[in-house]
């Protein structure tokens, strides 16, 4: 274990970008023995090495720059996938729909009948069904 310990000193190791290539080799190995795909398997190879790469590499500034664009377009996609899951999560007590003027998304609780519902970001006052 110490000589690994010793192996790995000045070594990158793991980050954000590095998981998500795992993650989404994971996913491919899956779909590419599921259909055959040797195309699909070939990726996985590189995606897989390109981890090892970054897990080993010693061009620490370089990995952080590449991770910190990914987090960039991650970060930003994390808050939206995150606001979808609320919705399906909720869509039980809840109505959710847009605002006829300023397509604003609207929520209202379910099973209130016919209510006149005011945006909460132009004003714009209408009735909707609940
Ligand atoms: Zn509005």
């Known amino acids: 274990m110490n000589g690994f310990r010793n192996f790995m000193v000045g070594r990158y190791g793991t980050d954000q970008l590095t998981v998500a290539l795992l993650i989404v080799g994971m996913i491919l190995t899956f779909i590419g023995n599921a259909f055959n795909l040797y195309l ?4 996985t190879y590189v995606i897989f090495f390109a981890c090892i790469y970054r897990l080993m590499s010693k061009n620490i ?17 994390k808050t939206w996938l995150k606001a ?7 869509s039980k007590d809840y109505k959710y729909f847009k605002c006829p003027n300023c397509k604003q998304e609207l929520r209202v609780p379910r099973g209130k ?18």
């Open 40 to 43: 699909i398997t070939m990726i």
């Open 61 to 77: 500034l370089a990995r952080q720059k590449e991770n910190n664009k990914f987090l960039q377009y991650w970060n930003p996609s």
């Open 84 to 90: 979808k899951y609320n919705v399906i999560k909720s």
């Open 113 to 130: 009948g016919k209510i006149a519902v005011t945006c909460k970001k132009c004003g714009t006052k209408f009735i909707q069904k609940s």
